[in-house]
Nanobody, 123 residues
Framework: QVQLVESGGGLVQAGGSLRLSCAAS????????VGWFRQAPGKEHELVAG????????YYADSARGRFTISRDNAKNTVYLQIYSLKPEDTAVYYC????????????????WGQGTQVTVSS
């Protein structure tokens, strides 16, 4: 099993920035990919960024490209989502997810999920 714990959410003014963290523990050696999803009220679950746990390869949704950066601290087994130029439409619960197989840009069948962290952007 893999455990994922997110942190870093909060209330931010439009135009500001935020860094979300996802600390992974357990069978991290089995992880192939990690991603950040978000879900806003009344909207579908959206994969905003993904990457391989080790090695190169990243994915960004159109809504995230240019403003979001996914990165990893190997020593801390932690994945980050840096968000710049926040917009009110970025308001959502952000979830970290990991998978043992499958593509980092595939929205389906992720194996492990964190509890989510709320991001609220005021206008």
């Amino acid at each position: 099993q893999v455990q994922l714990v997110e942190s870093g959410g909060g209330l931010v003014q439009a135009g500001g920035s935020l860094r979300l963290s996802c600390a992974a523990s357990g069978r991290t050696w089995s992880m192939y990919a990690v991603g950040w999803f978000r879900q806003a009220p009344g909207k579908e679950h959206e994969l905003v960024a993904g990457r391989r746990w080790t090695g190169v390869g990243t994915y960004y949704a159109d809504s995230a490209r240019g403003r979001f950066t996914i990165s990893r601290d190997n020593a801390k087994n932690t994945v980050y989502l840096q968000i710049y130029s926040l917009k009110p439409e970025d308001t959502a619960v952000y979830y970290c997810a990991a998978r043992e197989r499958g593509d980092y840009y595939d929205t389906l069948d992720w194996d492990y999920w964190g509890q989510g962290t709320q991001v609220t952007v005021s206008s």
